[in-house]
């Protein structure tokens, strides 16, 4: 069995076994001031890694000789590790349960990764995580501390994402999402390829599914944004594994030969006025549309909106400093696996006076979920 040991800076409270999330599952069991965390498995709802993932958890209970007195999990209700946990709870009376939201614990797991002290500017971006308001949370800022918790103090706008899970899926769905959103009706009149190959009566019914909020949840999450544009260019439509309209995304960038088209940026809009920040993608959207007309080549948009967040993240971590007098940056979360965001990010951030903070011993996505779930457990 694999699993990594962790020295922590401090000893918890507790002894804790946190159950991580549903993708990219892992466990993490804390005695004092020493974790372990699991290898990252797979989706819980397949059985095969649900019982994979058990056996592993029980094994090394047994082998370190823990008997734990909390339990923590993902907030999400519906995930298997949450009802997992308050099976465990059911067993055993003296066990509590605390569930964490899943993208405080991103950060939290960066700031244990990098044994950070003090308050913190934190950026978590992935496709799905069960927010606090109910919503699905995925494009987020936040600043605090793992003792004192977090705040949220920024996040991409919410926007439907039409038929749920299935939009994850078949990015197409939030492609036709952010259209719909940024030019109501008048998406019907734009001459683009992605609007000329969808299926109309399928996309009438999507705008009435919407328009009725009928099994579409809103969505905050740079992930799902990611997929809108991957399909509106034509890239991917129609994923096969996770992430994959964002990976062939990226992948677009590689093949910009052509010198004659101006490669910038486009650019977010960030509303102050309110509490949080709402980062508004209407103009990017627009962007990218006015390109297509153009024929610009879809390497040449994808880096320009790939510039667009990197540029986004540091716009709106200098709006935090000046607010919150924070100069640390923590970044967490599946989508800083795209090396060209991390690669560009940073120096970004540093030009600003940031010290920046990617994961350097455990990985950025779902699997280091668990132990962030753990130190914010305790200190709750």
């Known amino acids: 069995m694999c699993f990594t040991k962790i020295n922590l800076p401090s000893s918890l409270k507790s002894k804790i076994i ?3 999330p549903q993708s990219k599952s892992s466990f993490c069991i804390v ?8 290898e990252a498995n797979g989706d819980l709802n397949e059985l095969e890694n649900f019982k994979l993932f058990e056996r592993r958890l029980r094994r090394l209970k047994k082998k370190l000789r823990i008997k734990p007195e909390l339990i923590a999990c993902d907030l999400h209700p519906e995930y298997r590790s949450t009802k997992f946990a308050n ?10 349960v605390k569930k964490v939201q899943h993208h405080e614990a991103h950060v939290a797991s960066c700031i244990v990764d990098n044994n950070i002290k003090g308050d913190v500017i934190g950026v978590a971006f992935d496709g799905t995580g069960f927010g606090l308001d109910e919503n699905i949370w995925g494009g987020e800022f936040f600043i605090g501390t793992v003792k004192r918790g977090f705040e949220r103090v920024a996040h ?3 926007i439907p994402m039409p038929g749920g899970d299935a939009a994850v899926r ?15 009706a008048g998406f019907r009149d734009l001459k683009i390829d992605f609007l000329t190959g969808l299926d ?12 009725k909020k009928i099994n579409s949840p809103l969505t905050s999450s740079i992930g799902r944004l990611f997929d809108a544009v991957s399909s509106i260019l034509g890239i991917c439509e129609e994923a096969q594994y996770e992430g994959q309209a964002a990976v062939e995304l990226e992948k677009a960038i590689r093949v910009v030969h052509s010198s004659r088209f101006t490669v910038d940026s486009y650019k977010f809009g960030i509303d102050i006025k309110r509490t949080p920040f709402v980062i508004v993608p209407d103009k990017v959207v627009k962007g ?30 200098v709006l935090l400093k000046e607010r919150y007098k924070i100069s640390r940056v ?12 991390t690669n560009h990010t940073k120096p970004l951030l540093e030009k600003e006076g940031f010290g920046v903070y990617f994961h350097k011993n455990f990985p950025t996505h779902d699997g280091s979920i668990a132990l962030g779930q753990a130190v914010i457990a305790d200190s709750v």
């Not at 099976?87 to 509590?96: H, I, P, S, T, Y």
């Not at 990218?288 to 971590?317: Q, T, W, Y």
């Open 18 to 20: 946190a159950l991580g």
């Open 31 to 38: 005695d004092k001031d020493v974790a372990y965390l699991s």
């Open 87 to 96: 099976d465990l709870v059911k067993l055993d009376k003296g066990l509590r």
């Open 156 to 158: 991409l706008q919410y």
């Open 170 to 184: 078949e990015p197409w769905r939030m492609g036709l999402s952010y259209l719909y959103s940024v030019y109501d």
């Open 200 to 211: 109309k009566k399928v996309a009438e019914i999507l705008i009435q599914v919407m328009n």
């Open 288 to 317: 990218i549309v006015e390109d297509l007309k153009n024929r610009v080549p879809k390497g040449v948009i994808s880096l320009k909106f790939h510039n667009a967040v990197c540029r986004m993240i540091k716009d709106v971590c």
């Open 330 to 341: 923590c970044l967490s979360g599946g989508v800083f696996q795209n090396r060209y965001l």
